[in-house]
């Protein structure tokens, strides 16, 4: 039952990184985002949710053919969430390595799986005409690349193993959106 949830949850997570990378920004923010994500980033959305609910699948088959599934449910009950409530660690990580799959398949990270600006810049910015947005996805992607250099100098091999860089992609994505509603003026509707 857990896997099944962290589908669905990874499912609406892909559908909702479509709707973040293609919402309209409001006429009162200083940018202007694409009407909608290029067709070429909606096929490696799918592809890569279909590599995550497959490997996703395949844990579940291993935890239930090796008699252990007791040990790894959870013992408490999953109370009805509100949409605004944040994702549990679990929903992170698989969100994260989605966006890592994505960062991957678009050149976005290095071989270490760790961001890099052009390759961030040119997943963001792909069919943008706003000059005042790119330049709020560049300045948002410097930013958020910097705090995640600080945090791979803290540690001991100064390089991420593979639940980490799903954690970093997730955080990425996090701070480039937020930024770039900070430097675009658009207000946060979490925030009214």
């Given at each position: ?7 669905v949850?990874?499912?609406?997570f892909?559908?909702?990184l ?22 070429n980033?909606?096929?490696?959305i799918?592809?890569c ?27 408490y009950s ?6 605004d ?13 989605l966006?890592q799959?994505?960062?991957k ?13 052009d390759?961030l810049?040119k997943?963001?910015?792909e ?7 790119y330049?709020?996805?560049?300045s948002?992607?410097r ?10 100098q803290q ?18 994505f996090?701070?480039?959106?937020e ?14």
């Amino acid at each position: 039952m857990r896997g099944n949830y962290s589908l669905v949850v990874f499912l609406l997570f892909g559908f909702g990184l479509l709707e973040i990378y293609c919402q309209k920004q409001e006429t009162s923010g200083k940018c202007r985002a694409p009407d909608k994500a290029p067709l070429n980033l909606e096929i490696i959305i799918n592809i890569c949710q279909e590599e995550i609910k497959s490997a996703l699948l395949q844990e579940a088959l291993d935890i239930l053919n090796d008699g252990t599934l007791e040990q790894n449910t959870p013992s408490y009950s999953r109370s009805k969430r509100d949409a605004d409530e944040d994702l549990s660690n679990e929903e992170r990580r698989v969100a994260g390595c989605l966006l890592q799959c994505v960062y991957k398949k678009v050149k976005a990270v290095d071989e270490t799986g760790f961001p890099v600006v052009d390759g961030l810049m040119k997943l963001y910015n792909e069919g943008v005409q706003d000059r005042n947005y790119y330049m709020a996805t560049l300045s948002a992607v410097r930013h958020c690349i910097s705090i995640a250099q600080q945090l791979k100098q803290q540690q001991p091999s100064k390089s991420f193993d593979d639940g980490q860089t799903c954690d970093l992609a997730y955080e990425m994505f996090e701070c480039v959106s937020e930024k770039i509603e900070e430097n675009c003026g658009v207000e946060n509707k979490s925030n009214n």
